[in-house]
């Protein structure tokens, strides 16, 4: 497939139809996402036993994690417009698969298991090749306020994405939920093929790849993707992991990225649940205080999506990390439902605008032909790493009780803060003007 070559951006990201296009695709993927997770738990309830539909439901996470890395390898050599759209297309024609088999009989677990894996080991190449995109269809100056859309996009399906599955179960069944699921997704193919992708600069080559390569085999990819086609995937892997190791913004701050996610993962998951069963809020006022969570990361992103840029870039991610951190120690020592949720909204705003600073540095500092395997890196620490926090800090909420717990997740959080001004190159980064 060959793509079609842009010129650099001649305007604002959230009027550039180019940019508008990934956007559209981008939110039905999403909300595809949504859906399909509300089916498959659904239809795992229906075909076992819980504890056989949890099982179904971690199955995607193991191949998810283990394949990650090798996902941005892919993501670079191949180029991440080719990657997302074949697997995003594989990603549909499974969905759609078991929506008939569904249809058709009652086959069990079986098929909701295979989908399950065949879904985490396609999200292992489509996830490092979506988030190696944006910086291939807009100009560096235009990432934050991307992020901002992207972050905006992310609320939407959430928000959208639950209701409209738990609507389409209860109205047709899990069968119609994983069609709905599987259009959606489809839908994200024709926005996306018609999305124009900038080359790689001529010099944008790993450090296995010689001068003799400047002829790419389509504009997508560009010099650096044909060059690294000459050394191996586990060469491109490890030239990945030494870029990053030898950064002096990139390697800092995945640290910075680790901490958050390592010290926010708990609390907001296993933490909040518990803190909610404790104070006797119930179901309903957890729900009450992730409301207040995720209009508090809507503000964060809309924020961004406005204004574009922030100045001092990584001051304010630091700044924002360290009163974030500060936020999620006190959510624990809140009384009232309606005091928790105003602190949920702080941490929302908080932690959204630190993590899509730290999103737009990582785009913005990344030499484009290594992205892929930047954002995979990212990607495993932040989906396949961190939520192995959770049953630590569901054993510690059990031996010490929640408030020391959230003391010590806001401490690790707001080490990522004391990282961010430590390291003198990383706060001192700026995005592009």
């Known amino acids: 497939m060959t793509a079609t070559v842009m010129a650099p951006a001649a305007t604002q990201a959230h009027r550039d139809p180019n940019v508008l296009r990934w956007l559209g695709a981008y939110a039905c993927s999403m909300l595809g996402d949504n859906v399909y997770y509300l089916a498959l738990s659904w239809a795992a309830v229906q075909a076992g036993t819980p504890s056989q539909a949890g099982a179904v439901m971690a199955v995607s996470a193991v191949p998810r994690a283990l394949l990650m890395l090798g996902g941005g390898v892919i993501a670079d050599r191949l180029g991440p417009r080719r990657v997302v759209i074949g697997s995003d297309a594989a990603r549909c024609a499974a969905v759609l698969a078991v929506a008939a088999l569904l249809a058709l009989t009652r086959p069990g677990l079986w098929p909701l298991a295979l989908l399950a894996l065949v879904f985490g080991t396609v999200d292992a190449v489509f996830m490092p090749a979506v988030g190696a995109l944006p910086a291939r269809i807009t100009s560096p100056d235009q990432l934050a306020r991307v992020q901002g859309m992207r972050g905006l996009a992310i609320r939407f399906a959430s928000v959208v994405g639950a209701p409209l599955g738990g609507l389409v179960v209860a109205v047709g069944g899990a069968a119609t939920a994983f069609g709905v699921a599987g259009l959606l997704i489809a839908a994200f193919l024709p926005l996306l093929v018609a999305v124009r992708v900038r080359p790689l600069p001529a ?167 290594y992205h892929g395997r930047v954002t995979a890196v990212s990607g495993l620490v932040s989906l396949g790493l961190a939520p192995l926090s959770m049953p630590f800090a569901a054993a510690a909420i059990g031996a010490w009780g929640l408030r020391p717990v959230f003391v010590v997740s806001a401490a690790v959080c707001g080490l990522g803060g004391v990282v961010t001004l430590c390291f003198r190159d990383l706060r001192r980064a700026e995005l592009p003007a």
């Open 203 to 369: 010099d944008d080559t790993s450090d296995e790849t010689s001068d003799d390569t400047s002829g790419a085999e389509d504009g997508e990819d560009g010099a650096g993707a044909a060059g690294s086609r000459r050394a191996t995937a586990w060469g491109d892997l490890a030239a990945g992991l030494r870029y990053l190791r030898g950064h002096r913004v990139l390697g800092p701050l995945m640290l910075v990225i680790a901490l958050g996610d390592f010290g926010f993962v708990g609390p907001l998951n296993v933490g909040l649940t518990l803190l909610a069963d404790h104070r006797g809020w119930g179901a309903s006022g957890m729900g009450w205080v992730l409301a207040g969570f995720g209009t508090g990361a809507g503000a964060a992103s809309l924020l961004l999506a406005v204004r574009g840029r922030l100045p001092y870039a990584a001051l304010v991610a630091a700044g924002a990390i360290l009163a974030g951190s500060v936020a999620i120690g006190a959510l624990a020592y809140v009384p009232t439902l309606a005091g928790a949720v105003g602190v949920a909204l702080a941490v929302g705003l908080l932690a959204g605008l630190s993590g899509a600073m730290c999103g737009a540095l990582l785009q913005t500092q990344a030499d484009p032909a």
